[in-house]
């Protein structure tokens, strides 16, 4: 989706063009430059709405299934799976984690898996539950860095458009002056055309940068959600498997 073609009927057309056709070399290469960045602004906002959409929906609907099980470990041993939710990564890993330590430790996957563990199972120390959380918490920092994977070029865009818009505005100004002095006259009508052709590339940064802010702080508050979504079913996860005496 194309910014500039979005707003172009709020505004007339054909002074839109006919500023553009006035433009300079520079100018218009800057124009051009920044229709190429409302394209990668818009293709990153797309995407990222959707993906923290379905990270959001299907978390939601990973913490209802997960709440309604009576073992923590119970969506481990039916297979469930949770495609694109940050919530099930950080399950998954904590119970890969877990799977290791008790191999190594020569106790039957079946027995603490199944969630049956009884009194001469032998538990998790303290250690053990410490890797286990270490585990979480580094795949919320892997998850929280995927989610956040491209943001960063909106507030590229935000900060850079306004001014690239800018310095092909004062590049066409300082053309249309020194045309003025090579021609010896300095009327409204001969410097008129110079000036509105030089400022369609500051309407052009900011037609990028405005959609661009309004998303990134969309996403950053949406993700920051996320996050605390995330951070809540570390502790929720960790709490669930000492009380299931998983732990010594």
């Not at 190429?36 to 959409?53: D, P």
């Not at 929280?144 to 092909?168: C, D, H, R, S, Y």
Request: aromatic content about 8%; overall charge neutral.
């Amino acid at each position: 989706m194309n910014t500039m073609l979005f707003f172009l009927p709020m505004f007339p057309q054909a002074d839109l063009v006919d500023a553009f056709l006035r433009a300079n070399t520079a100018g218009k290469a800057l124009v051009v430059l920044l229709l190429i960045g409302s394209v990668v602004a818009w293709s990153i906002m797309v995407t990222k709405f959707r993906e923290y959409r379905r990270a959001y929906r299907e978390s939601k609907r990973f913490l209802a299934v997960y709440q309604n099980e009576p073992h923590p470990l119970a969506l481990i041993m039916k297979r469930q799976s949770f495609p694109g939710c940050p919530l099930y990564m950080m399950y998954r890993a904590a119970c890969r984690t877990l799977h290791g330590l008790i191999e190594v430790r020569g106790i039957n996957p079946a027995e603490w898996f199944g969630g049956q563990p009884t009194e001469s199972t032998p538990k998790l120390d303290d250690t053990d539950m410490k890797i286990v959380r270490n585990i979480i918490d580094q795949t919320v920092d892997e998850q929280v860095i995927q989610i956040e994977k491209n943001v960063v070029v909106l507030a590229t865009a935000v900060t850079a458009a306004p001014f690239i818009g800018l310095m092909g505005t004062v590049w066409g100004v300082m053309d249309a002056f020194g045309g003025l002095a090579i021609q010896g006259m300095a009327t409204i009508s001969s410097v008129a055309p110079g000036i509105s052709g030089s400022l369609i590339t500051t309407l052009a940064g900011l037609i990028v940068a405005l959609p661009s802010l309004i998303a990134y702080n969309m996403l950053t508050s949406r993700i920051r959600i996320l996050s605390t979504m995330m951070e809540h079913f570390a502790e929720e996860l960790m709490a669930d498997l000492e009380r299931h005496s998983l732990r010594k």
